[in-house]
């Protein structure tokens, strides 16, 4: 996996080369031009010679042209070298954040990488291609302006040089200040495309509830510190252009006042004068393109900072190289497993963890709220790592499997019912990319979901809105089932994945997962106690310690937690 954005220039290397010395070559080409005015003042003006002025006049137009075709085609080929940059970045932080853990996904959050996925990119496109076209071009041309305004008059160019020095330091202030604080702003950035994901995301809620307007409010603040943030910084930046004209001025005055001593003395021709102005103006105008180029990278900085962090950062789930052997069952051990989310001593939310789960078993797990019944059934497809511990599936450390095989004979429903634009045949082949259309009907009927798609209009060829908006929470619960039943795993992990259907329709389907599967491990967890009684085992979680795992009637004897919890399912029940 390349880490690096650096590394991400790949195949336009050449053209990342081409382009500035085109720009440079551009800039040589712009500087010789007041040099051909001294000429045709002294040579021409000055003696009423045409012959010269046209001469003189003839070699500026081949300047001027060369100039002006060469930043054609350094343009062009910096414009060609940042987009190819752009879509190589988009790909490779794309297939970085594929390889993340939910660990690393949690850190950097959804809406931080999309930021990062396209306002952070299209900054540092912007940023290449100005640094293509000014940061090589620019400097080599106020350079050689200058050496050429020292051989016109070594002293006259004193004043120019002090100039551009002044002007350089206090401009590095404004600069570097910027860099810190555009910064600051892009995290208030984040906030707001959090909220504004957050929101958009969850809208019907957000209107059942009647929750508009403190929504907008929240709103209005993250969009006012946002403001509030670009503002200081422009604020800042806004000294550049006075600083500049202020400081062009100064020079021509100082300059027009000190060269016309010098020609009253006869130490400077009005020629050299001439050209020596022009030079002024030429390396106050690359100053303040330099200028322009530093303000647009300022924003840039915090852009590339923000994705050179995804591109270095290292999974915290890997897998190894080799292929593993096939997973010999669906057996399942946890010996005194602890875990926790994010790095460092934080509290651990599953805590001294050790039960074994027979191959062909179903298993409930229930618990109260918060009593990481999720975090406990990640571990097992790895979707987190264990910080203390060993988990055993199919008698091998589940470390020691590669990704193909883990998910291959792992299938996970979560409590979130994801499906993607496009059929429901697509949809089901997530599950097994080569499923026939008999494998996609069959896991259908398994997970009762056929009755609805023969209503839809072309069946498995049925679209799906994005998210699965067409369809009710039942019908897409069935369908998420349905998809992870049709690659026919050693172990169905199903998150609270049957919550949506009506008691009857989720007893039918136990009841097949239990006598139509019976080699296939079940971990079904659930806020309804009622609808696992029938399980072979339960297992009864508190504040992420084991109090119980035992067959129903076991646990209504001796499990208090779990007695408190039928007692409360009941009521439920009979309200």
Known sequence: MQNSILQQVKQYKSIFILAPVFMIISGLMETMIPLMTTRIVDYGIEKSDMGEVLRWGGYMLIFAVSALITALIGYVLSAKASSGLAANLREGLFKKVQSFSFSNLDKYGVSGLVVRQTTDISNIQTAAQTILTQFFKTPVAVVYSLILTVQLNKRLSLVLIAGVFLIGIFLSVIIIKSIVMYREVYEDYDALNEHIQENVTGIRVVKSFAREKAVSESFDSKAAAVKKGFIRVERLLAFNNPI?????????IGIAWIGAKFISAGEMSVGDLTGFITYAFQIMTYMAMLVLSFVQLSSSFASVKRVQEVFSEEPSVTFPEDESPEMEDGSVEFSKVSFRYGEGNGENVLEDISLRIKSGEMIGIVGATGSSKTSLVNLISRLYDAKEGQITVGKRDVKEYDEDSLTKNIAVVLQKNLLFSGTIMENLRWGKSDATIKECE??????????????????LNYYIAQGGSNLSGGQRQRLCLARALIKKPKILILDDA???LDTATEARIRLSLKEDLPDMTKLIITQRVGSVREADRILVLSKGRICGFDTHENLIRDCEVYRELCIAAEGKEAS
């Open 498 to 500: 049957l919550s949506a």
């Open 442 to 459: 069959e896991a259908c009927r398994f997970a009762l979901a056929e009755s609805f798609i023969k209503e839809k209009e072309g069946g």
């Open 244 to 252: 500049m004209m202020l400081s062009l001025e100064f020079c021509f």
